[in-house]
């Protein structure tokens, strides 16, 4: 399934379950409101009923004797069964208002109102019997029956008559079941709108997702790093496209570097194989040439050699950026491997002369790449030092700072001298590549450090390059 419409079916459930919840506790809600209203009314059938009974079978005789008169002579007109039916019949009719169905004496004797079946009678004997006795007391509860669900109530009305009172819930249950198909069509209705704009946020916030999986898709069929997409956002997406963009960018410098590169390489390899073929050609008539020609020709042949062989591992170091990036970082004291570094060039250079102070220093960094880079800055500072004067190496604060006394570099040249290949005015006759500082600038920002080149007071070059110390 597509995200996208993952999303709009998330949110449809989300709003489903909120709905459903909402609908249900309305319609427990509206249920028990309707219940409540029905208990109301029949308590308030009782209270009138309980006066009635009261008026019939409670005797408040008059003063003096004529009121016992009266009374003896009501208890001999009707008897008290007599009594309780027209009781009975005088109630509304159970499918109107709450009306008394039924009654029961404390001597177990069963009155009920006409129509009303011992089959539907709400309540057993004996509970009635019971609540007759104690002439109080009440329980309420439902029933279903033919003619459908009702409420009953059952209560001591006074010391030996209990009565039943029950009231239809039939209108109750038509207003439920009305209730529940507008609950369900409510619900259905706000599933679908949930589902719909969920399709349509997730369609709109999503748009620039499609917009960066196009642009990925336009470089990977193109190659075109050139492409971007809109990152105007302040969002996570826009952090997203942004981020997209920079990786865009990163990868099209470092594509035209290797284009560059590779451009450069084959000129500088030209000219060194032309010429190296052309000696091999004119050596290949030997025999036509002179002892101290072919001497001079065979020495020219392994100069070349060994010059190609340094511009060829020297590129081969230029091209291992992903390997400098790969290979763990280490803690180097950077003071004892400057100082590892001037002995190994000094074997090869036993004429330079040195004058070091280091201090001690710790650093984050491959130890073999460092190392070549301040080699690559000695050896520099030799063949470019021109004088007996030492050359000066100096290690505070995490910065190095390598001084030779030489001419030092043209002012218009100085910020071209770390760029590949490139040699001043005064330094094509002397024997390199042109890489060896490209080689120090390359594996220095692969370190988080700089380098730099100034000329030094009273004549001369210092290069100065900064590490991030550790504390």
């Not at 209270?47 to 079978?57: E, I, P």
């Not at 704009?197 to 499609?210: D, E, I, K, M, Y």
Request: no cysteine; aromatic share 4%.
């Amino acid at each position: 399934m597509r995200f996208e419409r993952r999303v709009a079916v998330a949110a449809a459930s989300a709003v489903a379950v909120a709905v459903i919840l909402a609908a249900l506790a309305s319609y427990l809600s509206v249920r028990q409101e309707l219940r409540s209203t029905v208990d109301k009314s029949l308590r308030t059938s009782l209270s009138g009923t309980q006066t009635l009974v009261s008026g019939h079978f409670t005797h408040r005789p008059g003063s003096g004797t004529a009121g016992r008169t009266r009374a003896r002579r009501t208890r001999r007109v009707l008897t008290r069964d007599q009594r309780i039916r027209l009781l009975l019949d005088t109630v509304p009719n159970r499918f109107g208002q709450p009306g008394v169905v039924e009654a029961v004496l404390s001597n177990g004797t069963v009155l009920r109102a006409r129509g009303v079946s011992a089959a539907e009678a709400p309540v057993t004997t004996d509970e009635l019997a019971d609540l007759a006795s104690s002439g109080k007391g009440t329980t309420i509860f439902t029933v279903q029956r033919r003619g459908g669900p009702y409420r009953v109530l059952a209560a001591g009305v006074v010391p030996g008559v209990a009565v039943v009172i029950e009231r239809s819930l039939s209108q109750q249950d038509a207003t439920l079941s009305q209730l529940r198909v507008i609950l369900l069509l409510v619900a259905a209705a706000g599933i679908a709108l949930a589902a719909l704009l969920g399709w349509f946020v997730a369609r709109t916030t999503l748009a620039p997702v499609r917009r960066l999986t196009a642009a990925a898709e336009h470089v990977a069929a193109t190659t075109d790093l050139a492409a971007r997409i809109e990152d105007s956002r302040r969002d996570e997406l826009g952090s997203l496209a942004h981020s997209f963009n920079a990786m865009l960018a990163a990868l099209d410098v470092s594509a035209r570097a290797q284009r560059q590169l590779i451009a450069d390489a084959s000129h500088e390899l030209r000219t060194p194989v032309t010429s190296l073929r052309t000696n091999i050609e004119i050596l290949e008539h030997a025999d036509d040439l002179a002892p101290d020609e072919r001497e001079r020709l065979i020495h020219d042949v392994v100069g070349q050699l060994e010059g190609l062989s340094g511009l060829v591992s020297d590129l081969i170091e230029l091209a291992r950026e992903d390997q400098i990036a790969a290979e763990p970082l280490e803690e180097v004291r950077l003071d004892v491997l400057v100082r590892e570094s001037v002995e190994r060039v000094q074997l090869f250079a036993p004429q330079a002369s040195f004058d070091v102070e280091l201090e001690e220093t710790l650093v984050s960094a491959v130890p073999s790449r460092l190392g070549r880079a301040v080699s690559n800055l000695l050896e520099n500072a030799v063949k470019y030092a021109g004088t007996d004067e030492p050359i000066e190496v100096r290690l505070h604060d995490g910065e190095l700072a390598i001084r030779d006394h030489g001419p030092g570099i043209d002012p218009e040249e100085l910020p071209h001298v770390f760029d590949r290949f490139f040699r001043g005015a005064g330094s094509r006759a002397l024997p390199g590549s042109g890489l060896g500082l490209a080689i120090v600038r390359q594996v220095v920002e692969r370190h988080s450090g700089t380098v730099s080149a100034s000329a030094a007071p009273g004549g001369g070059t210092v290069v100065r390059l900064r590490m991030p110390v550790l504390s």
